[in-house]
């Protein structure tokens, strides 16, 4: 061969491999309303920096006939770029061939590129589009998830993992999202599901469709599985390239550093919380008038909304913040939102990121249901969290902390650096009604007036208790600040405490209630 006639047998070569599972497949691709493998890698990563790796492997199985089988890749495009100038590895499964389905040599590009991005430090992004383990390379593909699942746990608390969800993921190929820190999902294209309608059907006798089992709004509102919801592909990777920015590249390395813009909220500071302690307010609307350009990233905008995450900005520095919701069962904490609360806390705290709470909640939500689900298990999971984080940790209580949610909230029993609060803050351990009607009952039942008399008590008890300056005159409250006082007072508590240390006895781990 001639020196052009090797260059040309390899050009031949790549464009064979960029075909995947050939043109039908890939139209059948396309007209689900999916980009193929490649084009996802390409829309998400910066122009022309996207380099691939492994494209001419081969799959080793050997019986069903698959040795006649030609699977390009085997059925995995994976490689390195940048988001933003930030480097990544990436990997995407390609359903044209085979489904997208994972045997041995496509579960060692995936480990390949998952050992890279742990061995350089750089955030690891799966695009998850698959029929699960490879039935026809039996034990070898549970093989191939199982050292998937070792790697996904070596690498958490280390480099951020990013899961897209881009097809209908079956089996093993929803449990390795699971392991990572965010999994995106959208409409009408992600599934995720242990086993699909076939196997529902055989087992249980039972008719679902993929939608019904695991669809993106399931995942997004219902499970919990999802962190972050799109309409379609582009928007979904809009957001891929957002978090990718907020976030440090690994556990040594601080948030990427953006010039700061001042707040420009919708609403006035001072206007946002009602007068009437009853009435509920978007407790969105104070963290947009607290962070950078007002720009808060909601992680788990749909599921449990009782609780608010997300990441956004102070003086350019990146913060993760926790939020009752006054609007959505009044803010308490519930198995759910525990759970959305005490994961993301951890996160945060793995990878050095500063935590803000903004509280306003009556205490954990009472009832039988969340008793038998496992409230106080779930509830420990906050304490637990807040306690364990050596991030520094600021409150502001905005208007009810009360009982238990007082204390879960960061409270500074649980180590919080800063504790404020505004003047609206009520620190107590029941709201007034419930505590007139327990510490008054016999003189509110002997009264000639039960109701005056009730209405009198919980007056009494309100102004005794229910103020932020008793916890203030005990420095459980460091400070009350007037609302406009916020941002600056949080800025400053978080540039003196960069340096924070904690000390912990020696041990090898805790055991959270997981
Ligand atoms: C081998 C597979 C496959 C698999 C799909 N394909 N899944 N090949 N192993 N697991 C192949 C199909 O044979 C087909 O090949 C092509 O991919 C496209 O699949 P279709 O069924 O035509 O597509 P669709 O109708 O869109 O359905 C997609 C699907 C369905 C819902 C994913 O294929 C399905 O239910 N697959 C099995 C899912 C499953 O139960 N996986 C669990 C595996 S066990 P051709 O040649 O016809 O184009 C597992 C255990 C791990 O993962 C446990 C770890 C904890």
New binding site residues.
């Given amino acids: 061969m001639s020196f052009k006639k090797f260059i040309l047998d390899l050009r031949n070569r790549k464009k064979a491999a960029e075909k995947g599972?050939g043109d039908k497949?890939q139209a059948k691709q396309k007209a689900m309303g999916k980009l193929n493998a490649r084009e996802r890698i390409i829309a998400i990563l910066d122009d022309n920096s996207f380099r691939e790796y492994d494209m001419f492997v081969e799959h080793v199985a050997r019986d069903f006939d698959m040795e006649k089988k030609k699977l390009q890749g085997d059925g995995v495009i994976i490689g390195t770029g940048t988001i933003n100038g930030a480097p990544v590895c990436i990997y995407a499964q390609d359903?044209t061939v085979?489904?997208?389905?994972?045997g041995l040599m496509h579960s060692r590009k995936i480990c390949k590129i998952m050992d890279h991005a742990l061995k350089i430090r750089v955030p690891i992004i799966g695009i998850n589009d698959?029929?699960?383990?490879?039935?026809?390379e039996g034990v070898n593909?549970?093989a191939g998830?199982?050292e998937i699942?070792y790697r996904n746990t070596m690498a958490s608390g280390v480099i951020p993992q990013l899961s897209v969800i881009l097809?209908?993921?079956?089996?093993?190929?929803v449990?390795s999202p699971a392991l990572t820190d965010f999994v995106f999902v959208v409409e009408n294209i992600s599934?995720m599901f242990?086993?699909?309608?076939?196997?529902i059907k055989t087992v249980l006798g039972e008719d679902y469709t993929?939608e019904e089992i695991g669809g993106a709004k399931i995942h997004a509102q219902v499970t919990g599985n999802a962190h972050f919801y799109a309409q379609n592909e582009l928007e979904c990777f809009e957001q891929i390239k957002k978090l990718v920015t907020l976030l440090p590249r690994n556990n040594q390395k601080g948030s990427p550093h953006i010039a700061p813009c001042e707040p420009k909220p919708s609403k006035d500071i001072e206007e946002i919380v009602p007068s009437n302690p009853k009435l509920p307010y978007d407790i969105r609307d104070v963290i947009g008038a607290v962070v950078d350009s007002s720009d808060f990233f909601e992680v788990m905008e749909h599921f449990a909304p009782n609780i608010v995450i997300g990441f956004g900005r102070m003086k350019g520095e990146t913060v993760g913040i926790v939020a009752n919701q006054p609007k959505v069962l009044a803010g308490v904490l519930d198995c759910d939102s525990s759970d959305k609360a005490a994961r993301f806390i951890r996160y945060c705290d793995s990878f050095g990121i500063p935590l803000l709470v903004f509280e306003d909640m009556p205490g954990y939500l009472p009832g039988i249901d969340q008793e038998h689900m496992g409230v106080i298990r779930h509830g420990a999971k906050v304490l637990y969290a807040f306690s364990e984080a050596s991030v520094p940790k600021i409150t502001v209580i905005i208007r009810k902390a009360y009982g238990g949610g007082y204390i879960a909230m960061n409270s500074r029993h649980m180590r919080a650096d800063f504790v404020f609060a505004w003047p609206t803050a009520e620190i107590a351990v029941m709201g007034p009604e419930g505590a007139a009607n327990i510490v008054f009952r016999r003189e509110i039942e002997d009264s000639v007036d039960p109701e005056a008399m009730r209405a009198e008590k919980i007056a009494e008890y309100r102004e005794k208790f229910a103020n932020p300056y008793v916890a203030a005159s005990k420095g459980y409250v460091d400070e009350v600040i007037e609302p406009t006082e916020t941002r600056d007072r949080l800025i400053h508590a978080l540039q003196v405490s960069r340096d924070k240390q904690v000390y912990w006895p020696e041990k090898k781990h805790g055991v959270p209630p997981f």
Avoid: D, E, H
């Fill in positions: 599972g497949a359903f085979a489904g997208g389905s994972l698959s029929g699960g383990a490879r039935i026809q593909s549970l998830y199982g699942f097809g209908p993921c079956a089996g093993g190929a449990y599934k242990i086993t699909g309608p076939s196997v993929m």
